[in-house]
Nanobody, 122 residues
Framework: QVQLVESGGGLMQAGGSLRLSCVVS????????MGWAHQAPGKERDIVAR???????????SVEGRFTISRDNAKDNTKSTVYLQMDRLKPEDTGVYYC????????????WGQGTQVTVSS
């Protein structure tokens, strides 16, 4: 089992920056890829950034060049922290952000965090 706990959300003006964190614990060696999903009000949840086990990253066009996903593994492999650096925020970035983990590098997600709210004012 793997547990994901997000933090770092909040209220920010357009053009500002936020950094979200996701602490991953449990059987982290079984995790291949990590991602961040965005759920805007009244919309479905969509993965906007992904970090593959190879180190390759992938972004939705709406966040490309503004958001950066990164992963930091503890030396003893007891936990991992995944970050989402969000720069040049836009009001349409508002929503709940979820951390996700997958045992594979395909498009199935096995674990989700509880989500953290991000609100960007114009």
């Amino acid at each position: 089992q793997v547990q994901l706990v997000e933090s770092g959300g909040g209220l920010m003006q357009a053009g500002g920056s936020l950094r979200l964190s996701c602490v991953v614990s449990g059987d982290i060696e079984s995790i291949a890829s990590m991602g961040w999903a965005h759920q805007a009000p009244g919309k479905e949840r969509d993965i906007v950034a992904r970090d593959f086990s190879s180190g390759r990253t992938q972004y939705q066009p709406s966040v490309e060049g503004r958001f950066t996903i990164s992963r930091d593994n503890a030396k003893d492999n007891t936990k991992s922290t995944v970050y989402l650096q969000m720069d040049r925020l836009k009001p349409e970035d508002t929503g709940v952000y979820y951390c996700a983990a997958s045992h594979t590098n395909d498009y199935r997600w096995d674990y989700w965090g509880q989500g953290t709210q991000v609100t960007v004012s114009s």
